[in-house]
């Protein structure tokens, strides 16, 4: 198993990809830990998996992030999962400032937070993997709203850890992922724009389809198997970077 003995943390781990992430872990011989808001949604997840803790942690609060990971202990994986807030399917020139911005903020912020809580702990250790994830849209999506800013300050955080961390043990490296058909609900997604309906969001996965050099979205198992690997020694030399499993809809 690819993750044997490894420790991992994963922030937003009663969300759709967040709990599936935490599955492919544990699967994988790792001991995880689930981290986020909403208790029930957590205890879910750890339902079905052995050995498995649950914290209600806000990946936004500085000392709830380093006073929960202090009594954590030593952790080999850290990836955060966690919903920023987006407000997408209107123009950028009618969004709400505070629409706008919220993901940028918030995404930037707990990235910051939990990546940097880790990675102290990590370099101490001389190892360690932080993951993130976002849909690449930084590359230019229209009708996202601050999605596409938010995703580039991701970007953009990743490639700066990587730098810093890299000759201390530590690596730094993201996921591109967008229009995961399993997870594309209308329940989620009315969340980010009240207007989709079910045709809708099929025609948004078909249009997606049609863009990817595979012709075809990716499934969830392909991400969360990605993750895996990413989080095992076997990428033990990739770090500062993205990797593209949209299909290829957006330059790696």
């Known amino acids: 198993m690819l993750l044997t003995d490894k420790t991992a943390v994963v922030y937003g781990a009663g969300g759709s990809i967040g709990g599936a992430v935490a ?27 052995k050995d498995a803790e649950v914290a209600v942690v806000d990946a936004l609060d500085e000392s709830a992030v380093t006073e929960y990971l202090a009594r954590v202990g030593d952790i080999d994986v850290s ?3 966690v919903s920023r807030g987006d407000v997408q399917g209107l123009p950028i020139t009618d969004m709400p400032v ?42 230019g999506s229209p009708m996202m709203g601050g999605t596409g800013p938010a995703d580039a300050a991701t970007d953009s955080l990743v490639r700066n850890l990587a730098m810093e961390l890299g ?38 996965l078909d249009h997606l389809s049609s863009l990817r050099m595979t012709r075809r979205n990716p499934t969830l198992a392909e991400i969360t ?16 970077t993205f990797v593209n499993v949209t299909g290829g809809m957006f330059p790696g």
């Open 98 to 139: 505070d629409d706008f911005l919220r993901p940028v903020i918030n995404g930037t912020r707990a990235n910051f937070i939990t990546a940097r809580a880790a990675a102290r702990r990590m370099a101490e250790r001389g190892r360690g993997v932080v993951l993130t994830l976002n849909s690449g849209s930084a590359h």
């Open 225 to 240: 198997a990605t993750a895996v690997f990413l989080a095992s020694d076997h990428a033990a030399s990739i770090t500062g």
């Open 79 to 81: 990836f955060n999962l």
């Open 167 to 204: 000759p201390r043990g530590v690596r730094a490296v993201g996921l591109w992922a967008a229009g995961i058909p399993e997870t594309l609900t209308v329940e989620k997604l009315g969340k980010v724009n009240p207007a989709l309906n079910e045709a809708a969001i099929q025609g948004i």
């Open 23 to 49: 599955r492919a872990f544990a699967a994988e011989g790792a001991r995880v830990h689930l981290v986020g808001r909403t208790r029930e949604t957590l205890e879910a997840v750890a339902g079905d998996l």
